[in-house]
């Protein structure tokens, strides 16, 4: 079991409020996925939920009980933090099996829970080497096997792929989501990019200045943006947003279109400019300067001819323009 509830949690450090005041479920075996910018509070709400900091008011339920001012040891969760945090002098063997050892488990037990870690982790040809002698997933791996040993309520994920390079963290991504997948067990994950959000998540949970702004599948905040905050942060590139006169026609303080959902057509209402043009194979992102001043991105077609200084005409899709009010809240 690993449901975790969150009842007005908050936290303080002296007169500054980080977590102003939170309320969250996370079902049992759900993968979820804190996700907000740097200082939005993400880590700090992690590291609340595994006792690694008091809360200032509020109560943790870890499956059913009151887990607020239990120690870390006595939740029943394993962390996987951004740094490996092996042990350099001990083998992968020794190293995943050392929460078991401290534990008091004989050595066969340790023995039997190392090798099923190492399978579900493709480690067990590595086992005698130290972790000096691995690549970072390698090193990564092993420091999630040290948590699966635990055999946990919940795992939490502090950005465990932020040292890895780019190939690396895909293929790191896909190795914890066929995880989770093998496992049923909850996942608590801290990024800052949206992408491994978008990719990982069951559900996510973006946060602003300790804050939720939105909780929901990956598709419902890319579809149904609450407000700008998440418009602006969820999907890549970013939303394009507009004010001003545009917006006014659409009843609108502020409207908002994904650079996917704008075709190039001629007679198309908004008239520009294009700028800078990347080429990325099966897609090219255009920077278009509407005569009107607004600066958008254009997801287009990879063989797209278009060039620096050409005419183009933009059309929104139909139904895909977002709209906002005043206070940065959608509209229905």
């Not at 090193?139 to 190939?167: H, K, M, T, W, Y």
């Not at 004010?243 to 279109?257: D, K, N, S, Y």
């Given at each position: ?202 559900k996510i949970v973006v946060l602003n200045a300790g804050n939720i702004e939105q909780v929901g599948s990956p598709l419902d905040l890319y579809h149904r943006p609450a407000n700008l905050f998440v418009a602006g942060f969820i999907g890549s590139p970013r939303m394009n947003l507009i004010e001003g006169a545009e917006a006014a026609r659409h009843q609108a303080a502020t409207i908002g279109i994904r650079p996917e959902h704008l075709d190039i057509t001629e007679g198309g209402p908004w008239q520009g400019t294009v700028g800078l043009t990347e080429h990325l194979g ?51």
């Amino acid at each position: 079991m690993g449901k975790i509830t969150l009842q007005h949690v908050n936290k303080s450090f002296g007169e500054v409020a980080v977590i102003p005041d939170i309320n969250l479920q996370i079902e049992d075996g759900e993968f979820v996925v804190f996700v907000g910018p740097s200082g939005c509070g993400k880590s700090t709400l992690l590291r609340l939920i595994a006792g690694l900091e008091d809360v200032t008011a509020g109560r943790i339920d870890i499956d059913g009980t009151d887990a607020t001012h239990l120690p870390p040891a006595r939740r029943g969760l394993a962390m996987v933090f951004q740094s490996y945090a092996l042990y350099p002098h001990m083998t992968v063997r020794k190293n995943i099996a050392f929460p078991l050892k401290m534990a008091g488990l004989s050595e066969e037990e340790q023995e039997k829970k190392v090798q099923h870690a190492a399978r579900i982790l493709n480690l067990s040809n590595y086992l005698d080497r130290r972790p000096g002698q691995l690549s970072g997933g390698q090193r990564q791996r092993v420091a999630i096997g040290r948590a699966i040993v635990r055999e946990p309520a919940a795992f939490l994920f502090d950005e465990p792929l932020s040292n890895l390079d780019a190939a690396l963290r895909v293929t790191m991504r896909q190795e914890i989501t066929e995880l989770h997948q093998s496992l049923k067990t909850t996942m608590i994950y801290v990024t800052h990019d949206q992408v491994e959000a978008m990719t990982m998540a069951d559900k996510i949970v973006v946060l602003n200045a300790g804050n939720i702004e939105q909780v929901g599948s990956p598709l419902d905040l890319y579809h149904r943006p609450a407000n700008l905050f998440v418009a602006g942060f969820i999907g890549s590139p970013r939303m394009n947003l507009i004010e001003g006169a545009e917006a006014a026609r659409h009843q609108a303080a502020t409207i908002g279109i994904r650079p996917e959902h704008l075709d190039i057509t001629e007679g198309g209402p908004w008239q520009g400019t294009v700028g800078l043009t990347e080429h990325l194979g099966s897609d090219t992102f255009l920077k278009v300067t509407l005569d009107t001043g607004e600066l958008l991105t254009v997801r287009a077609n990879g063989e797209v001819a278009l060039r620096h200084g050409d005419r183009v005409a933009l059309a929104p899709q139909q139904g895909k323009i977002h709209r906002f009010g005043p206070d940065g809240k959608a509209l229905a």
